[in-house]
DNA sequence: CTGCATCCGCTTCGATACTG
DNA sequence: CAGTATCGAAGCGGATGCAG
C-alpha cells in the first residue's frame, strides 16, 4: 500500500489506492497470462526500476492482489502469480483496454511485450465480424510464436504455442505487427491463404 | 498529455498514459455527474492542489476528454464538461467502482464527496436483489438530498433533488452513512416504514 | 544468474500564498 | 472565481552494488 492515500469513502478511491500507482496495472497484466520471476517481469517493462517492481510487488502481495511462489527444483526460482482477486481484475483491464484502443494509431516506436501482444489480439477482435468464422492463424513475432484460434464468435490466444495447420502464417517484428495493426503490411513475412489474411484483417480491426 | 510514457504498444498502457496519473480518473468521476466549475471540483476533492487540478484539466482537455465551456450570464462562469469520449469511461470506472468495493470496509474517517454517493450507491446496488422492487427513498446526506429509485431491478439516483412520497427518509452525515453501509445504523436519522429499511438494505449491501 | 537494496538527479505532488 | 507562482517533500528512472 502507498503513503499516498485519497481518503475518500468511494469504491473508485479505494481501488486507485491499490492499483493506481505508476506501473501497477501493468504488471497485472503481464502476470494476467500465468506465473512470472521477476527478473521475466523486469525484461518485459523496460523504464521501470528493478526497486521499483519489487516494492510494487511488496504492495500487490500486501493487498492480496499478488502471491509469492518458491518453485522446487529442478529449476528453483521465485515466481509471482495472481490471486483470484487479482484475476478478478481482468474486468478492469479489458474495459481500459477498450477505452484506450483507439490511442494505439498514435504509436510509434514502442515496444511490444508478449502479454500486450496478447491483450492487443484480445482488445482488436471483433465478435461480430467473426460470426462464421472457425480457423486458426500462426503469428510470430519477434521469434516469439503465438497461436490465434477464433472459433464461434471468439478469440483464444495461445502464448509461446505453435499453431496446427494455421490458415495463414505471419513471421514479422514489432515494427511489422504494429504497421499491420494499422492495415499496411510490410516487413513482414506471410504464407498461406490471402483470403485468409483478409478475413483475419476484418477481425482484428483498429479501427 | 504527461510527460512520462509507457511506450508500449498496448490499449491499457494507451489509456493509463492518459488517465494513470494521480486524481485524473476521481476528476473523471466528478464530471460524470454533469459539468462543474473549477471551485466546485476543487472543494469536493481536498487534497488536490489547485495547480494541479488546473494541469489536469488541461491534459484531460487535450486527451479529448473534457471540454470548457463558457456559461453565459445571468451567472458567468467557466464549466468543465465530459466529451462523448468522456463519457465511454463510465464502464471503466464502473468496473474499477465494483473491484474496489470490498475495501470500502477498511475506510475509517473518510471525506465523502458528492459524486462518490452517487457511484457509491450505484456500485453497492444488487440487482438481483431488487427484482420485484418498486419505490423510492430519500436519503440526505451532510444537507445534500439524494433521491434514490429502485425500479424493475435497477437504481436510479438523482443528485440534489427531494424524492416525492419515499417509503423511508434516511438524514446523516458522512460519518452516519459510512456506518450506515457498514450496517451499523447510527447517528442517523430515520423516518419512514422500518421494513422498508430492512429493504433499502438488502438492495445496497456492501458485502 | 536472480532478486533485490542503495545512491543520485530529476520530476511530480501537496500546501500555501498571491493575482487578474 | 479561476487560476499562476513558489517551495519543500515524496516519487520515479537509471546506474551500480551485492548476497544467495
Request: aromatic content about 4%.
Amino acid at each position: 500500500m502507498p503513503r499516498r492515500r485519497y481518503r475518500q469513502f468511494c469504491p473508485l478511491a479505494k481501488a486507485l489506492d491499490v492499483l493506481g500507482e505508476r506501473w501497477t496495472l501493468l504488471i497485472v497484466r503481464e502476470l494476467m497470462t500465468g506465473p512470472k520471476r521477476y527478473t521475466d517481469l523486469r525484461d518485459e517493462l523496460p523504464g521501470l526500476a528493478t526497486d521499483l517492481l519489487a516494492a510494487r510487488l511488496r504492495e500487490l502481495h500486501h493487498g492480496g492482489i499478488v502471491e509469492r511462489r518458491d518453485v522446487p527444483p529442478p529449476t528453483p526460482a521465485v515466481v509471482y502469480e495472481l490471486t483470484p482477486r487479482g484475476h478478478a481484475l481482468d474486468a478492469v483491464i479489458t474495459e481500459l483496454a477498450l477505452w484506450g484502443r483507439p490511442l494505439l494509431q498514435e504509436s510509434i516506436d514502442d515496444y511490444l511485450p508478449q502479454s500486450a501482444l496478447l491483450l492487443g489480439i484480445k482488445t482488436l477482435f471483433h465478435s461480430d465480424a467473426a460470426a462464421d468464422l472457425d480457423e486458426t492463424y500462426h503469428l510470430e513475432v519477434d521469434g516469439r510464436p503465438v497461436a490465434v484460434q477464433v472459433h464461434d464468435g471468439t478469440v483464444d490466444v495461445a502464448p509461446d504455442s505453435i499453431a496446427e495447420r494455421p490458415a495463414v502464417r505471419i513471421v514479422t517484428d514489432t515494427k511489422g505487427f504494429i504497421n499491420l495493426a494499422r492495415g499496411q503490411p510490410q516487413a513482414a513475412r506471410i504464407e498461406g491463404d490471402p483470403d485468409a489474411l483478409n478475413r483475419l484483417g476484418r477481425v482484428l480491426d483498429l479501427s
